[in-house]
T-cell receptor, first 111, second 115 residues
Framework: KNEVEQSPQNLTAQEGEFITINCSYS?????LHWLQQHPGGGIVSLFM???GKKKHGRLIATINIQEKHSSLHITASHPRDSAVYIC?????????????FGKGTHLIIQP | DARVTQTPRHKVTEMGQEVTMRCQPI?????VFWYRQTMMQGLELLAY????????DSGMPKDRFSAEMPDATLATLKIQPSEPRDSAVYFC?????????????FGPGTRLTVL
């Protein structure tokens, strides 16, 4: 049973397009994380959400706790946004416990 | 620029050998996580510590894996004996929950190849 489902698995878009990546989960959580894994392998935490919406630069993350669904949006996409975006769940204490990860969405932004 | 460091960055070894991976968390972070990433399974939690005490190691194969925190600045993950199926990238992450942010900061990873 996969507790975290991401879609799409792969996404190729043109520079400037608005990007949406979705994450659905099937269990109660305390928080949801969006992570970015660069082509070189490094992992960076983008957002941690327990409700509502957060924005950082061109990135926006939303979560609907009732629907058990979260989206990550990228506005005015750029080739440097090309990466794997990973949704992950915390079941207690926000980021204070170990994460359960989705399989990731491989995003390529073409110039 | 505080960051999590991991050594070695790359390790190639033969089946049956002992492997030790080390992690230095960000100074002041009291929670340390070990994750493993493979092509087949993606990222998965192996174990994590708070204030040097193990809180959850249910993701770790107990017969061959062991994780410790000898002190607050060092976490270790050992595999003995190693097997080809242990080939993966092992990430360490650290956090300081309850102090304004629960963000986990990831190290660069140790890429392990077991032949």
């Amino acid at each position: 049973k996969n507790e975290v489902e991401q879609s799409p698995q792969n996404l190729t878009a043109q520079e400037g397009e608005f990007i949406t990546i979705n994450c659905s989960y099937s269990v109660g959580i305390s928080a949801l994380h969006w992570l970015q894994q660069h082509p070189g392998g490094g992992i960076v935490s983008l957002f941690m959400l327990s409700s509502g919406k957060k924005k950082h630069g061109r990135l926006i993350a939303t979560i609907n706790i009732q629907e058990k669904h979260s989206s990550l949006h990228i506005t005015a996409s750029h080739p440097r946004d090309s990466a794997v975006y990973i949704c992950a769940l915390s079941f207690s204490g926000g980021g204070a416990d170990g994460l359960t990860f989705g399989k990731g969405t491989h995003l390529i932004i073409q110039p | 620029d505080a960051r999590v460091t991991q050594t070695p960055r790359h390790k190639v070894t033969e089946m049956g050998q002992e492997v030790t991976m080390r992690c230095q968390p960000i100074l002041g972070h009291n929670t340390v996580f070990w994750y493993r990433q493979t092509m087949m399974q993606g990222l998965e939690l192996l174990a994590y510590f708070r204030n040097r005490a193990p809180l959850d190691d249910s993701g770790m194969p107990k017969d061959r894996f062991s994780a410790e925190m000898p002190d607050a600045t060092l976490a270790t993950l050992k595999i003995q004996p190693s097997e080809p199926r242990d080939s993966a990238v092992y990430f360490c992450a650290s956090a300081r929950p309850g102090h304004g942010t629960d963000t986990q900061y990831f190290g660069p990873g140790t890429r392990l190849t077991v032949l």
